[in-house]
């Protein structure tokens, strides 16, 4: 029974992939990636049919299995071929060779085990050679076969899946086949009769990819490559072992097991020694740039790190200097590096150090030709060129001080240069295995290092402008308060001038020190103003009564010039109270300062469409339009010859500070009415619930 399910199942197994191979034949659009496709499913029909009249082990299966592996390579290597055009996936090609060769010598076993059936010691070691080299081309294939997928473009993917799923299946099941066979002795008959039905059961996944196209794509991938490499590496591993074990079986005795307890003890040393060596680690990437990539660096993944390495600022994240180096460091695979930032007169300094075992070294002078050497050609120093105290480069001997030269871990010197300018130079210290500068070294510093000087030239410009900030805060600041003192001198030298006729009325004895303790309390009110956290203490809006704020204003201002106010004094707003006080202030000096004497300045209070409005009108020389539009709200523009030119600017900024807004309406000859609008509260009632609050 066996039998005939072995046969009919390879029979249609024959049958299909002859259907597929012509399917193919008669849809072929000239791609040179069908040749071998169609070649793989021709061999797979007359494999299968080999297989279901022959033992697995004839010299004709094992031809045809070969040629079956083949061609499936030789089509996913084509694939890969085509995505690799500027050579860079040596170690994944140098993968496939391996295969190939392995593949080869399957078939020169496979040629000659039939002459040896009548030997049995000798067939049974060609057999287990045969099932041995089955096993690695399965595994190599599976690795070759995820590798490929792996590196799919995301279009690709959707038409690549059932193919490579195919391929995937039927070496898995061939992997799992040589793997019992081989360590069963050939008890696997039962697989071998399988083996039909499941070729059968992946022609579907064929007949689906070649549906969907065969625009495969891939896009080539360090790391997948690297992976594959390994896995290669572990598999290669596990074969000598398998064949090793073998062999001590075949020789039996004493030998044997001194054998295996030799491999053991020196597998087990190698482990001890190599794998918790940060040198041999850094050895063996070495090796693996010069000898199996055809780049040293993989230039996105070090560009990602690079950027995510400077940018990674937090609560607790190093200063960017710090990360700087870090980032440079991590890029060579140094242990440590210094920042050295440049000053007047080509003098550095150092400014930050991450795990450098010469930590923020003295810096002295004489390092100034070799920098203007470094920023003129934008050069990557390298210090194991440095002899005699002296930097050989570009048919000229350069000087290096000796305080640079005999850094002792030193191996790189990564020059930052903004705008064409030298601002610093990055000392990497070596890497675990010491090695020599290339050309790809230098040239990914140089770019990594202009890229860093942008970063630290954006931080400095940052800080600077922060600097500025704060000093134009203090400076708006200042102008307001000298505006507010000069409004103070003016009050207090009519006083002055008052006191000479009126010195002996007991009124203006009591009026006059009224307005001496006044101006006492608003010029230690601008010396508050001043301090660096006067912008924190200003007070939040609150509803506030109008009426009061626009009495004492015209209080203090009727001693100088006639006041007259008139509205609904019962008014509440939501004000910061001394803010508007000191900007009605300005507002109401400024009215009084264009208007002629005796003419009456008003304060009017009303509401307006749930905003508390307060004018302040004149009489006086009034403001061209053009004025008022331009210049009215810029400080230092006033049409008063002896003006600041602040009161208005002032007046404005503090009003929108507690949300308000204040607008003006002017004609020349005939006055000006300034107009303030705040947000209303709704009655006094809210201000005693607050004064109750407090």
Known sequence: MLGLVTLWSHLL???????????????????????????????????????????????????????????????????????????????????????AAVVGLQIAVGGIMAQF????????????????????????????????????????????????????????????????????????????????AVLAMIVPLFAWGLKQGTTWKIQLSRAATFQSVSLIGILGYLIVMMSASRAMELVGGDWGRAAELGIILVMTGIAIVLLPSGRARAWLRVFLAKHVFEHRYDYRREWLRFTDTIGREGRDGAPLEVRIVKALADIGGAEGGLLLLAGDNYRLSAAASWNAGTEHAACGPGAEALLRFIEAEAWVLDFDRIAGGALEAKDQRIPVPAWLAGMEHAWAGVP????????????????????????????????????????????RGQQALADARRF???????????????????????????????????????????????????????????????????????????????????????????????????????????ALEQALGHLVQNAIDASEAGVPVELRVFESGGDVAIEVIDRGRGMSGEFVRSRLFQPFASTKESGFGIGAYEARTL??????????????????????????????????????RA
């Not at 197994?13 to 191979?21: E, I, P, R, S, V």
Request: proline share 4%; net charge neutral; charged share 20%.
């Open 472 to 578: 134009d805060e203090f400076n708006r600041r200042f102008a307001f308060i000298l505006h507010d003192i000069k409004n103070l001198v003016s009050q207090l030298s009519l006083v002055t001038r008052n006191a000479e006729r009126h010195a002996n009325n007991p009124e203006f004895r009591a009026d006059m020190i009224a307005t001496l303790q006044g101006s006492v309390r608003k010029m230690n009110d601008l010396l508050v103003r001043l301090s660096p956290g006067a912008a924190r203490l200003a007070e939040p809006p609150r509803a506030a009564a109008i009426g009061p704020i626009v009495e004492a204003v015209a209080a203090a201002k009727k001693s100088a010039h006639p006041v007259a106010i008139s509205g609904d004094m019962a008014l509440v707003a939501l004000a910061d109270a001394a």
């Open 117 to 196: 059936r009548g030997q049995p010691l000798a067939f049974e070691a060609l057999v287990a050679t045969s099932q041995l080299f089955g096993l690695t081309i399965a595994a190599g294939a599976l690795i070759l076969v995820h590798n490929l997928y792996g590196q799919a473009a995301p279009a690709s993917r959707a038409m690549l899946k059932f193919p490579m799923l195919a391929l995937a299946a039927m070496w898995a099941y061939d992997l799992h086949l040589y793997t019992v066979d081989y360590f069963t002795r050939g008890l696997a008959g039962d697989l071998h009769a399988m083996r039909g």
């Open 13 to 99: 197994a024959a049958a299909l992939y002859g259907a597929l191979a012509i399917f193919q034949l008669r849809h072929w659009n000239g791609d040179a990636r069908n040749r071998p496709l169609v070649t793989a499913f021709a061999t797979v029909s007359v494999w299968a049919i080999f297989l279901g009249f022959l033992d697995g082990y004839d010299m004709l299966p094992q031809l045809a299995e070969s040629a079956r592996n083949l061609a499936f390579l030789d089509f996913m290597y084509g694939i890969m071929r085509e995505a690799d055009a500027d050579g860079s996936q040596r170690a994944v090609k140098a993968v496939y060779a391996a295969v």
């Open 416 to 459: 930052l240069i903004h705008a064409g300018k030298l601002v610093g130079l990055v000392i990497l210290e070596h890497p675990s295995f010491r090695r020599t500068l290339d050309w790809e070294d230098i040239d990914l510093f140089r770019t990594a290092g202009i890229q860093a000087a942008s970063y630290l030239a954006e931080a």
């Open 655 to 692: 009003i929108r500070a507690m949300g308000g807004r204040l607008e003006v309406e002017s004609a020349e000859g005939e006055g000006t009415c300034f107009t303030i609008f705040l947000p209303g509260a709704a009655t006094r009632s809210q201000i005693n619930i607050e004064r109750m």
